[in-house]
């Protein structure tokens, strides 16, 4: 048996033994704890068991690569339809608090824990519906084997990262050290971050020749998080390398513009750009799912809110940040509410972004987005 103070908790229809952090390191963060689990990132769980619950249809199976606790794998079990899931962790106390919770719920027919390093795990030669990595930290270093375990015909693949500073382009070079991408420091870096993850979680199955597609995209609190429709073909590989390239942003204007190579100089000032990349600049949602989640009844609020939020929001690149621009035109900001309808009145797309409360996701560019923030403080 485990040797720390453990607490029972209930979430979703799962009923848990998890560390008592209170008794263990009082005050503490959840990382502290002999085997990890963040009571705070419930409304994460709820979507991704949405997601999956939706995927399966009723019948399928999920690799946990990193399951802690088994808190993802036993709701699976019960919420999401799955017939098979393989919990693995590499810590030994972990895999008895998995089994234990296994037990508890009455799922041994379904869920199986297994102790090992999940890159091996990966290597069993066995497929997967769904994979599930969700570590703390950068997830690359978790990836590079999934495609030997992911269904070719199709698969879904949820993946998080908790290095925000990394992806938000305080440590550029970190950045492309474990992704492989530029990241860089404006004001919708968050948007950028998951543009990043998402190119960096695709990479190891383009050399593979599988198509990726991200389904849905969010950021929350201090983690990334996306999931990745996937299916094996050199065809649909190349029409996912047709949606990667790099992003430039002038600092001095605010303009900004996807491309397959970075724009060197700003169309509206002339000035040089900053570069980030390469990353995706495709769709981050399929609104359709989105939409038909956000639907549905009897959601968390939290997880309702969030999924709300990403239907009524526009899948165009690149947010504007009101706030950073109306520092540059030196104006009090009016409200994001009015500058969307100044936008839309001449005939631009306009909408809000789950990423910041100012942020508006928007096909004009950066002299009309002024333009209405103008006419919108009249």
């Known amino acids: 048996m485990v040797e720390f103070p453990l607490i029972e908790v209930e979430e979703g229809a799962a009923h848990l033994v998890v560390p008592d952090l209170e008794r263990i390191a009082p005050g503490a963060y959840p990382t502290k704890a002999p085997v990890f689990y963040n009571p705070d990132m419930v409304h994460n769980r709820d979507i991704s068991l949405l997601v999956y619950r ?26 999401a339809g799955a017939t098979r899931v393989l919990a693995c962790d590499a810590k030994p106390a972990a895999v008895e608090l998995i089994r ?14 297994v102790q090992g390093d999940a890159r091996a795990v990966v290597l069993r030669r066995e497929w997967f519906d769904i994979i599930d990595v969700d570590p703390f930290g950068c997830p690359t270093p978790f990836l ?8 070719p015909r199709r698969g879904l693949i949820g993946v998080s990262a908790t290095d925000g500073a990394v992806l938000c382009g305080v440590h550029p070079k970190v950045c492309m050290r474990k992704y492989g991408s530029r990241s860089l420091k404006t004001p919708y870096c968050h948007e950028l971050a998951m543009r990043i993850l998402v190119y960096a979680s695709a ?8 198509g990726v597609r991200p389904v849905l995209s969010h950021a929350s609190i201090h983690f990334f998080r996306v999931y990745l429709e996937t299916r094996k073909g050199k065809a649909r590989a190349d029409l996912t390398m047709d949606q990667i390239g790099y992003v430039a942003h002038c600092m001095h204007c605010g303009w ?11 169309p509206c000032c002339q000035k040089p750009t900053a570069w980030a990349g390469p990353l995706w600049t495709g769709p981050l949602n399929d ?15 939290d997880a309702q809110k969030l999924l709300e939020k990403l239907a009524a929001e526009p899948d165009i690149p690149l947010f504007y940040d009101l706030h950073a621009l109306g520092k540059d035109l030196v104006m009090d900001v009016p409200r994001t509410s009015r500058v969307m309808d100044a936008l839309r009145e001449q005939g631009y797309i306009a909408g809000p972004t789950h990423l910041s409360g100012s942020g508006v996701k928007t096909d004009a560019e950066v002299d009309a987005v002024k333009d209405a923030m103008r006419a919108a403080a009249v």
Not at 144 to 151: E, K, P
Not at 203 to 209: E, T
Not at 256 to 266: D, H, M, N, Q, W
């Open 54 to 79: 939706q995927f399966l249809g009723g019948k399928g199976s999920i690799l946990d690569m990193l399951a802690a606790t088994g808190v993802r794998s036993v709701r699976a079990a019960l919420e």
């Open 287 to 301: 609104q359709e799912l989105v939409s038909s989640l956000a639907g549905q009844e009897k959601l968390a609020p």
């Open 203 to 210: 990479l190891p199955l383009l050399r593979d020749d599988y």
């Open 256 to 266: 900004r513009g996807t491309g397959k190579r970075p724009r060197e100089l700003c």
């Open 144 to 151: 590079q084997g999934v495609s030997a375990a992911i269904r």
């Open 100 to 113: 234990a919770n296994i037990e508890r719920n009455g799922v041994s027919d379904i869920v199986e824990a």
